[in-house]
């Protein structure tokens, strides 16, 4: 089992709907766990921090499930400029080292 | 404020042939990693700085990559020879440090493309 994983999607959705993903990590030891957008072609930008008692920011919520072993994102009134791949972050081993998901793509259609 | 800063942003070399990056953190910034990131994956880390000290390199192929950060600030990755599997986008960043506090800022990356 992949440290993250993320479904790759792509995920298609209607502007104005709420669209969510998850990402699941492998080591209940793993405490730091983030969102990162990144756009076509640019580097990866913090989008959110995820907290344990989950968090939100705007149109945007993140939650953490410790026992289950998953963070997830929902994006509420999907707007076009939301088109970009979501990736999870989670400190996997526990320490400081930061591991990435392969990224889910999210494309908003008109 | 800056942010990080690379450079080069574009490059293309023939195989066998060596090619380094550049990277200058956001000032303050102790901790400095290197990642790489391939066509529809997640950046995969490479090495980890603590000011000058590298603590993680474990993901670093070494018989072909070096990374040096003398000073604590600036550092160069270096790939020497580089081969076709090496075409990527080398991506630095910089951050804080402590576990609480790493956030990530990715510079705008170097594309590498070995012909």
């Known amino acids: 089992r992949k440290e993250v994983e993320q479904d790759p999607g792509p995920f298609n959705v209607p502007e104005g709907a709420t669209v969510a993903f998850n990402c699941t990590y492998s080591n209940s030891a793993s405490q730091s766990f983030f969102w990162y957008r990144q756009d076509c072609r640019k580097e990866p930008k913090l989008l959110m921090s995820?907290?344990?008692s989950g968090n939100e920011d705007g149109r945007f919520t993140a939650q953490l499930n410790r026992a289950s072993q998953y963070i997830s994102l929902l994006i509420r009134d999907s707007k076009l400029s939301d088109s970009a791949t979501y990736l999870c972050v989670v400190n996997a081993f526990g320490n400081e080292k930061l591991t990435f998901g392969t990224g889910t793509r999210l494309t908003i259609i008109p | 404020e800056a942010g990080v800063v690379q450079s080069p942003r574009y490059k293309i070399i023939e195989k066998k042939q060596p090619v380094a990056f550049w990277c200058n953190p956001i000032?303050?910034?102790?901790?400095l990693y290197w990642y790489r990131q391939n066509l529809g994956q997640g950046p995969e880390l490479l090495i980890r700085?603590?000011?000058?000290?590298?603590?993680?390199d474990s993901q670093l192929p070494k018989d072909r990559f070096s990374a040096e950060r003398l000073k604590g600030v600036d550092s160069t990755l270096k790939i020497q020879p580089a081969e076709l599997g090496d075409s990527a986008v080398y991506l630095c960043a910089s951050s804080l440090g402590t576990l609480g506090a790493n956030v990530l800022t990715f510079g705008a990356g170097s594309r590498l493309t070995v012909l």
């Open positions: 995820v907290y344990s």
């Open positions: 000032s303050g910034h102790n901790t």
């Open positions: 700085y603590e000011n000058e000290e590298a603590v993680d």
